[in-house]
């Protein structure tokens, strides 16, 4: 029997959570002010995604690690730039929107296209990592969606921890209540939408990054244009919600009288 | 020529040097440190030259036989765009090397349109003017009628040709750096990896043989802890070291390689800038570039220049010869865009993005040694900046793509990169150049400053006038010569009681001290209001991002503890862009890292020399991961 | 005319569970605006106890899929239970309850049905004549409201996003849909769940207060010094005695996670806003924490909301909390634990 998984993440990029963000109108849309000048990272999700990738990928020799982003050619660039010396992995590019408004469902074709583009790709290794929502769209749909395309029925979502034991995969799951449903899966194939998972973010590894290279930068080069839009959605309405509040500032007053407030104001229903 | 190597002292970074750690080793054939416009013109030459399909025989990778060469560039900030300016430049260089170059290609450039010079009056009543400025103030506003008199300030009539940009772009540098950046990368020639501090040359001997990066998983004085990766050497024939007017690996060459007979580093600034979104019904243009001096204070110039989309980016400069003990700049740039003539443009507006960086203002005179064996520096660390004409990003381009030539010719010659050859290419080719032919012009041009603002004003429209052939004012003193103390600086205006009063409670109540006195000085509070005007820890926020990743050593270290102890004006608190620095235990200043933004202030403002003489401050700025990265830099 | 399938999975004791309940109330108020057809779909080992709680909903329908198979909450048996009751109703629009376990399976299950979806709709209404959603994007930054036209049309809704039905008149019987499983239906097994020590358990979903602990706590204190241990237990204290939910920001939930001797109860599963939950609470007390925007969007369900801070220039002094405290987090804290824990020995 031979080892090593064929573990195809799924990913893309989302402005970096400290920027303001603003809705327009675009001409196929909504879209963010600025939004291809605003800092770009990889989608958290999708990051601990392909570093619990690659970390189950290290363990099991024979393993290889795709990453399948749907993006703006130049932002996609960008972030390689920054992930590309964590994880050795293999990139797969396709060149359009990366914004939260597109839909679901167009993104999901044609990233279900192009895993079943890559070659020698084999059903009985292959395990689909992702993030279980984006910090865009946060729909958690588009992995459950691929998944389907590629008829795999063994899907798992807020995902934190996968390992190997009798019987096939072990997997943690996010369920209410802070606590994870354990369940176990008898191997590939299989969809993981990851939550944040139990790795800290790899450090940049030079040699890592070069080797990354020599496949990254062809791949962009390569990239297929995929056109993504709103699909079927008709958007009412899209806008930043408005800040009501006016705040009370109390200064100067002892922590005692401020415990004794707050005390009361925690008791009231 | 100085050469510290004996004084330095607890170096942390040395605990993991010949303790038997292991580093991984790679080897390539060019290493760069740093990505600035230096460094973009160096690398836009470089790999359009190595994309040539007819280059493929022409240059060979000696570090991976039957590979094209391996050009790497490390720098250290997480996103290419670091970048503080708002920059007005006439682009010749750049021009040149992008001869169809579309500025709405580059987001937030502009061609320049209309200038203007400004004096601005007081309308505060704090700023510490000499009585002399203060008749020709009163002076120039009884006769305003027969001057461009606007809003408590004047419009200069007649600016020398030497200030005006006229033909130039107006750039965000932080966007020009990116979309160079995206080109550099897109070839596929070159690779440019952010997030990755380069902590010091490797110097055998008088050559250098590469680079090390900087050891990842340590504690906060550098020591191994879980996860330790020690920093690999990245070993090369050449080393090009394009890391600014800070950058630790261009001040370790200095110090250990030694600097030019009769050079120093003694003139320097700190700019702290925001880029606003102005109010819906502001007209003005897009290319306006106004540049001012006279307020906050007399020593004070500041910018704004207006970009495409409503967006402008405003900033001041304070300078080192601002002799006060307390100098700092956030607070002063909001007074500053308060002033009436910016503010009827920059009331409602919006901050986008905030920074802060230091100018290297010593010209010529602060040029390093340009290049030895297997190693070259560029930009504005290698003193190519004018500081006659305040213009730093093309002059650095230019010393970036001349290093290239340089490089190709060796190349295609089959020469190697030692110092006789480097100087016969890239230094040549510099030297013979309008940057140099420029920089001559400049090179004592600002020595008026160093005995006040009138003087050094006259004297650089002298030097611009005469070519340079006369200039007014001393050689500079290094800055912490200049520093008086708190008691002479306010001396018969706040009593020394007074004064200690204020330090103890600004102490208590953990208000800076600068704060403090400033109020007491009669500078107003700010107005907060959310959105433009903001405290301080909120513009690092709103601003951008200031990053830090974990696992790195702090890279502001005060050297000698003691010397922190009996040092009365602790500048480095005041004048900290980002309160990084702050009182700490007992004498030594705190430094956190989640806070700095890297301009290096620090590292000049000190007022402690290291010893007795000694151009170095007890601050060391090193290596560090993280940074501030503004979205609409 | 539409038809619209309320679909929800039941407890293991075979009840509905709130979130049920509330899709049940959402498709009740949707038929009768619509003039559309009403059906309820559940799905789980067992539904009668079900029965009681949907009574006079006025369904057509009632639908079931039940069996040990369906016991766990598995995809791919959730996933054949839920695509047989969409088409055994004839859906055209599908309300589906909030939880994980719908999470998981409702878009996969959209596919096999041609249909299109939206998650996480905090609202469902009826504009014009035709259905509308709203749901948030960029993590709660953005507010959309948007329409489909495409059937089916899927909404899985958030929690507390319509008031909960309440069943009243005769209890209803439910028809089972039949469903063969496939050979590979089974190939994963629901081994059990892992929960933090009862002691150890922060998260509350249905405490009155969230209570969130920000960097701050792990900061030098006005003394020079940091102070660990004495910020464990002040809380850990207030968090025992106010059975408050813990919740912290991205920066000390990474330095939890670094490993670093920081507060060794927190973890990126107390985190809220950026990569951590919205959690949703009547009232959210912040302390020591600066309330920047990607951290304060994680409140977007905290109705009323308090911070103790000493920096009066905070994030939270400007519209983002009722009230800004500007006070030492330990010495009020240290004194709310002191109060409650009386109130509660009343």
Redo the contacts between chains.
């Keep these: 029997m031979s080892t090593g998984y064929q573990i195809v993440v799924c990913g893309s990029i989302v402005p970096d959570p400290l920027q303001s963000l603003e809705p327009i109108a675009g001409p196929t849309g909504p879209a963010l002010k600025n939004e291809l000048m605003l800092p770009a990272v990889i989608d958290p999700w999708a990051g601990h995604a392909l570093y619990e990738a690659a970390n189950l990928a290290a363990k099991n020799p024979g393993s290889k690690v795709w990453l399948v982003s749907l993006g703006p050619k130049a932002k996609l660039q960008q972030v390689m730039m920054a992930v590309g010396q964590k994880v050795p992995f293999e990139l797969v590019a396709l060149d359009g929107p990366a914004g939260g408004f597109t839909d679901a469902h167009e993104v999901a074709a044609k990233l279900a296209d192009a895993i079943k583009a890559i070659p020698g790709l084999d059903r009985s290794k292959l395990l689909v990592f992702g993030g279980w929502e984006s910090a865009s769209r946060g729909a958690g749909a588009t992995l459950q969606l691929v998944g389907e395309r590629l008829e795999i029925c063994d899907q798992f979502q807020g995902v934190d921890q996968v390992s190997a034991v009798e019987g096939g995969l072990e997997i943690l799951e996010r369920v209410e209540g802070g606590k994870h449903q354990v369940s176990v899966c008898a191997g590939p194939p299989a969809v993981l939408g990851w939550a944040t998972g139990s790795l800290g973010e790899p450090r940049n590894n030079p040699q890592v990054g070069m080797a990354n290279m020599r496949t990254i930068m062809p791949a962009l080069q390569r990239a297929t244009a995929a056109a993504v839009g709103i699909g079927g959605i008709q958007y009412q309405s899209v806008a930043l919600p408005t800040q009501q509040r006016v705040t009370r500032i109390v200064k100067d007053v002892p922590a005692d009288e401020i415990a004794r407030e707050l005390v009361e104001w925690i008791s009231q229903d | 020529m100085f050469s510290t190597k004996e004084i330095l002292l607890t170096d942390p970074t040395t605990s993991t040097e010949g303790a038997g750690v292991e580093r991984q080793t790679m080897n390539v054939d060019v290493v760069c440190v740093g990505f600035g416009p230096a460094m973009g013109g160096f690398l836009t030459t470089l790999s359009r030259a190595l994309s040539d399909p007819a280059a493929a025989s022409a240059f060979q990778s000696a570090a991976m036989p039957g590979m094209p060469p391996q050009v790497l560039c490390y720098e250290r900030a997480e996103d290419l765009g670091f970048g503080v300016s708002g920059v007005v430049t006439r682009a010749r260089g750049i021009r040149q090397t992008f001869p169809d170059l579309d500025p709405s290609q580059i987001p937030m450039a502009t061609p320049v349109g209309d200038e203007k010079v400004l004096y601005l009056f007081d309308p505060v009543g704090a700023s510490r003017r000499s009585a002399g400025l203060k008749v020709a103030d009163r002076l120039a506003k009884t006769f305003k009628f027969l001057l461009k008199y606007d809003l408590d300030a004047i419009e200069i009539p007649f600016t020398p040709e030497f200030l005006h940009k006229k033909g130039g772009l107006v750039l965000s540098i932080g966007q020009f750096n990116q979309w160079v950046g995206a080109q550099v990368m897109g070839s596929g020639a070159v690779q440019v990896w952010p997030g990755t501090p380069v902590s010091k040359a490797l110097v055998e001997g008088k050559q250098v043989v590469g680079v090390r990066l900087l050891d990842q998983g340590t504690d906060k004085q550098g020591r191994p802890e879980a996860g330790f990766m020690p920093g690999m050497d990245v070993r090369a024939p050449l080393t090009v070291v394009g890391d600014g007017p800070v950058g630790p690996v261009g001040r370790q060459l200095d110090e250990e390689l030694g600097m030019p007979d009769g050079h120093h580093r003694r003139d320097w600034a700190v700019g702290c800038k925001m880029v606003v979104s102005l109010r819906d019904d502001v007209d003005l243009k897009p290319g306006t570039v106004l540049h001012t001096f006279g307020y906050p204070e007399p020593e004070i110039f500041g910018f704004m220049y207006v970009h495409p989309d409503r967006m402008a980016s405003v900033g001041i400069f304070v300078p080192s010869w601002m002799d006060s003990p307390v100098r700092t700049s956030y607070r002063y740039l909001q007074h500053y865009m308060m002033h009436p003539y910016l503010w009827r443009y920059l009331k409602g507006g919006t901050l986008r993005s905030w920074g802060a960086k230091t100018l290297l203002e010593s010209g010529m005179r602060g040029e390093p040694q340009l290049a030895g064996d297997g190693w070259a520096r560029i930009g504005e660390g290698s003193g190519s900046t004018n500081v006659l004409t305040g213009s730093g990003v093309d002059e650095a381009w230019s010393t970036g793509v001349q290093l290239a030539e340089g490089v190709l010719q060796l190349w295609k010659e089959g020469k190697p990169f030692t110092r006789e050859n480097l100087d016969a290419t890239y230094v040549a080719r510099r030297r013979a150049s309008w940057v140099e032919a420029e920089g001559k012009v400049a090179e004592k041009s600002r020595d008026g400053f160093q005995r006040g603002m009138v003087t050094g004003l006259l004297g650089m429209a002298i030097a611009g006038v005469t070519g340079g052939k006369i200039n007014l004012g001393p050689e500079p003193v290094a800055p912490h010569e200049r520093i008086p103390s708190l008691a002479d600086y306010y001396a018969g205006r706040i009593a020394p009681e007074e004064l200690e009063r204020i330090q103890k409670e600004s102490a208590a109540r953990g208000v800076p001290l600068h704060e403090a006195l400033m109020d007491r000085a009669g500078w107003p509070a700010i107005p907060y209001d959310g959105q433009l005007l903001v405290s301080h820890q909120d513009a690092l926020l709103m601003g951008g991002k200031v990053q830090a990743p974990g696992g790195f050593a702090d890279h502001v270290v005060f050297t000698r503890p003691e010397l922190c102890k009996d040092c009365g004006e602790k500048i480095c608190i005041s004048v900290c862009s980002g309160q990084a620095i702050t009182l700490g235990e007992g004498s030594v200043p705190a430094f956190d890292r989640e806070k700095c933004v890297h301009c290096g202030a620090c590292l000049w403002n000190c007022s402690q020399p290291l010893e007795k003489g000694s151009e170095r401050t007890n601050v060391e700025f090193r290596a560090g991961a993280g940074g501030l990265h503004s979205a609409q830099n | 005319m539409e038809t619209i399938l309320v679909l929800a999975y039941t407890e293991s004791d075979g009840s509905l569970a709130k979130a049920g309940l509330e899709a049940v109330g959402a498709g009740v108020e949707l038929a009768k605006a619509l003039g559309g057809k009403l059906a309820v779909g559940l799905f789980g080992a067992d539904v009668q106890s079900a029965a009681q709680a949907v009574a006079g909903c006025g369904a057509e329908k009632l639908l079931s899929v039940t069996g040990p198979d369906f016991a766990s909450?598995?995809?791919?048996t959730d996933?054949a239970a839920a695509e047989a009751l969409c088409k055994a109703a004839g859906a055209t629009l599908v309300i589906g309850a909030a939880?994980?376990?719908m999470?998981?399976?409702l878009?996969?299950v959209?596919?096999?049905l041609g249909g299109?979806?939206?998650?996480?709709v905090s609202c469902v209404a009826v504009?014009g004549g035709k259905p509308?959603a709203a749901r948030?994007?960029?993590?709660q930054?953005?507010?959309?409201?948007?329409?489909?036209?495409?059937r089916p049309w899927v909404l899985l809704l958030d929690p507390g996003s319509h008031a909960p039905w309440k069943g009243e008149g005769a209890k209803v019987a439910f028809t089972a849909v039949p469903v063969t499983l496939?050979e590979?239906?089974k190939?994963?097994?629901?081994?059990?769940?892992?929960?933090?020590q009862a002691d150890q358990?922060?998260?509350?979903?249905d405490a009155?207060?969230l209570f969130v602990a920000g960097a701050g706590w792990t900061k030098?204190q006005?003394d020079?010094?940091p102070h660990m241990a004495e910020a464990e237990k002040q809380i850990l204290g207030f968090l025992r005695a106010?059975q408050?939910s813990l919740g912290t920001s991205k920066s000390l939930a990474?330095?939890a996670?670094?490993?670093?001797a920081v507060l060794g109860f927190m973890s990126?599963?107390n985190q809220v806003g950026?990569?951590g939950s919205t959690p949703r609470h009547p009232?959210g007390?912040a302390t020591c924490c600066?309330g920047?925007?990607?951290h304060v969007v994680g409140w977007?369900f905290i109705n009323?909301?308090?911070a103790?801070n000493?920096?009066?220039?905070c994030?939270?002094?400007?519209?983002?909390?009722?009230?800004?405290?500007?006070?030492?987090a330990f010495?009020?804290?240290s004194?709310?634990t002191?109060?409650?824990e009386k109130?509660a020995g009343k």
């Design positions: 909450a598995r995809y791919a996933a939880g994980s376990r999470a998981r399976v878009p996969g959209t596919h096999r299109q979806v939206d998650t996480h504009e509308v948030w994007f960029y993590r930054r953005i507010e959309a409201k948007l329409a489909r036209q495409h496939s590979g239906a190939r994963t097994r629901v081994t059990g769940v892992k929960a933090p358990q922060t998260i509350r979903p009155k207060l030098k006005a020079g010094q106010s408050a990474d330095l996670g670094e490993g670093q990126h599963l950026q990569t009232k007390l600066h920047e925007e990607p977007r009323e909301r308090r103790v000493l920096d009066p220039n994030g939270w002094a400007r519209g983002k909390a009722d009230v800004l405290y500007v006070a030492d010495a009020v804290m004194k709310m002191e109060l409650l109130n």
